[in-house]
């Protein structure tokens, strides 16, 4: 199968949307099959290593490195980078300029399926250029634009509704949606876009595992023998790290912030007595998730949420808000706590009920390390080769059984389409009750 993937987000960047896609082509590449990346080009001087497939390549994905295995034979996964400039406020995030190359690259690589990675700007330019060849394209929700367009304030809620028919517009063109979890799946349905499925997301649990915990690295981070709770993931204002201040003037807890961006000044003045580390990756960024006592997740708009699979297969009990992608992964007082949304002193009343019970906290991690370890990305993968044959069935008018769209209540959970068990989500939202006050100590 030749497959084109449109993203907004490819490595040298690290964040969500490029490690699925970087996965994703790995996986792709293990199965025989040929795929084209195409992505807006990073900054100036940044380093584009090729990306080598091979029996003896690199360290993987994860670890925010170009080469990995990919079974046997050698080759590169060709990529072409579209001209681009960084988003104003956020240089990190490039936005793709019009350019004549992502029509060149679509129709001469010939594909069977148009794979549209969070798409927005590039990615709209993807979905018309695919529907005009004829090509079947699936379109995945990863990033809640919407959610962020209100963080960020934009035009007073007239960001967000923008953001909406921009989503409907272009996930409306596709003939599917993928969804990576339950409650970003009704969300897209409650407001309009069709043909929702779930795809989740798969993790590294031999990369990421309880073995890299390194008693030496926690003595240095919490010298006074302090509980370690950490964050991973970007500084920025749709995470709410904010939220975290209570927690890091507890007595006897060390809150430490793993990863950059535009509001690390603001979050360094406002918790002095954190450690903040910059970004990790690979072999370290294992180590110091492993090193962590509790996982922190504070962002209220994860329409998944990787870095809590990644603490949970490092063994460490996990902390996230009762929103979103965390409903599918976070086990409410069997792998962790689930806590009201954008409530900071909910958070300090978690991370104190932890902090202060060592054998809930391994039984939380076990727990979660238990859940996690056969959700793969080669099982998540070839659920999306499944999708990829729906949608392909369809389009060629094949009779082939297809699972039904995503119902719009957000009364019942929704299981994957004929999902492995592996894949399935750890836990039904609609039995998930958030942390509330009284079951934590004052």
Request: net charge neutral; glycine share 10%; with cysteine.
């Amino acid at each position: 199968m030749r497959v084109v993937i449109v993203t907004e987000s490819f490595p040298p960047e690290v964040n969500g949307v490029a490690h699925s896609v970087l996965r994703t082509a790995e996986h792709l590449v293990r199965r025989g099959h040929q795929p084209l990346v195409i992505t807006p080009a990073p900054a100036r001087g940044a380093e584009c290593p090729p990306h080598t497939f091979g029996a003896g390549g690199g360290t993987g994905p994860d670890a925010g490195e170009p080469a990995f295995g990919a079974g046997d034979g050698v080759g590169e996964l060709p990529v072409v980078r579209i001209p681009s400039m960084p988003l104003p406020g956020y240089p990190q995030v490039r936005i793709a300029l019009p350019s004549r190359r992502l029509a060149a690259a679509v129709a001469g690589h010939r594909p069977d399926i148009v794979h549209l990675a969070s798409p927005f700007v590039l990615g709209a330019r993807g979905m018309q250029v695919a529907t005009r060849l004829g090509v079947p394209a699936v379109a995945v929700y990863q990033t809640d634009l919407a959610g962020y367009a209100h963080a960020y304030r934009a035009g007073r809620g007239l960001g967000e509704a923008a953001a909406w028919h921009r989503i409907r517009t272009i996930h409306g063109a596709a003939a599917r949606t993928l969804a990576p979890s339950t409650p970003a799946a009704q969300d897209l349905t409650a407001h309009g876009v069709p043909r929702v499925q779930l795809w989740p997301r798969g993790v590294d649990s031999v990369r990421f595992h309880p073995r890299h915990r390194d008693e030496a690295l926690h003595r240095a981070l919490a010298p006074g023998g302090e509980v370690l709770v950490g964050y991973v993931g970007r500084l920025a204002p749709e995470k709410r790290l904010d939220l975290l201040a209570a927690a890091s003037a507890l007595p006897g807890v060390r809150v430490v912030v793993i990863g950059d961006g535009p509001s690390a000044p603001g979050l360094k003045a406002a918790m002095p007595g954190a450690v903040f580390l910059g970004r990790r990756t690979g072999d370290e960024l294992a180590r110091c998730f492993a090193t962590l006592d509790v996982f922190v997740h504070t962002g209220p708009l994860e329409t998944f949420c990787q870095t809590i699979q990644e603490a949970m297969a490092s063994g460490v009990p996990v902390i996230g808000p009762a929103a979103g992608g965390p409903l599918d992964l976070v086990a409410h007082h069997r792998t962790g706590l689930l806590v009201p949304p954008r409530d900071g002193e909910a958070v300090a009343r978690a991370v104190t009920a932890l902090a202060g019970d060592q054998e809930l906290r391994a039984a939380y991690g076990r727990a979660g390390r238990a859940e996690v370890t056969a959700r793969t990305w080669e099982a998540v993968g070839d659920l999306l080769l499944r999708h990829y044959a729906e949608v392909l069935a369809e389009h060629r008018g094949v009779a082939l059984p297809v699972a039904p769209s995503v119902a719009p209540s957000a009364a019942a959970p929704v299981a994957p389409p004929v999902a492995p068990p592996t894949v399935a989500p750890a836990v039904a939202p609609a039995v998930v009750q958030p942390v509330v006050a009284e079951e934590l100590p004052a």
